[in-house]
């Protein structure tokens, strides 16, 4: 034994984590672009998460909000849109009204790349949603609960439990003292 383990278990698991790899490669590839529009973003949510929350909106109309455009967030002539340093970003998702917690979900050209890309990020932004919708703000906290979130959630794109992933993580995210960062993180 050169490492000390038992050397079924490793061969077990290196062939179903190459399964599993292989299983994925061959997803994706499948997948093709998807034609940027409000009614394809909200057709795939309802496929993947289900009904759209009465909180939120979705809308894949080529506009930024005007607190983004403040800060720097600016669109091109191919509707993909770059935050203050420049990088390019999937969506935006607005808190419209702090005291009813609703929210609004910009998309970008980018985000329709592919029905994955679309799914991923669709649910990214609506992490931001549910989160703004029990009352959690800061860049810092929501970034913080998606980055935990989005492994997992990619895994489970397929399974009825993505939404659960969602879910979890914002009750997580609400009741436990270790995320609690102030609103402009």
């Known amino acids: 034994m050169i490492g000390g383990g ?24 499948s997948l ?19 009904e759209i929350p009465s ?3 979705i809308v894949a109309d080529r506009s930024v909000p005007q607190d983004f455009q ?3 967030y600016t669109i091109d002539d191919n509707f993909n849109v770059r935050d203050q340093i ?14 009813n917690c609703t929210s609004k979900i910009y998309l970008y050209r980018r985000a329709f790349a592919s029905k994955g890309t679309l ?3 669709l649910g990214h932004e609506m992490f931001h949603a549910n989160l703004y919708s029990v009352g959690i703000q800061g860049y810092g906290r929501h970034e913080s609960a998606i980055a935990k979130w989005a492994p997992q959630a990619s895994l489970q794109l397929n399974s009825k439990r993505f939404r659960l992933y969602q ?18 993180s």
Do not use: C, P
């Not at 879910?167 to 402009?184: G, P, V």
């Open 6 to 29: 038992n050397f079924m278990d490793g061969f077990k698991q290196g062939l179903i984590t190459s399964g599993l790899n292989h299983a994925a490669h061959a997803a994706y590839k």
């Open 119 to 121: 799914a991923m990020s």
């Open 70 to 72: 403040r800060q720097g």
């Open 86 to 99: 420049g990088s390019q970003v999937n969506g935006i998702t607005d808190l419209i009204d702090i005291n």
């Open 55 to 57: 909180y939120t909106d």
């Open 167 to 184: 879910l979890n993580a914002a009750y997580i995210l609400k009741n436990n003292n270790q995320y609690r960062w102030t609103d402009s």
């Open 32 to 50: 093709t672009e998807i034609e940027y529009s409000t009614a394809n973003a909200k057709e795939m949510y309802k496929k993947v998460f289900g």
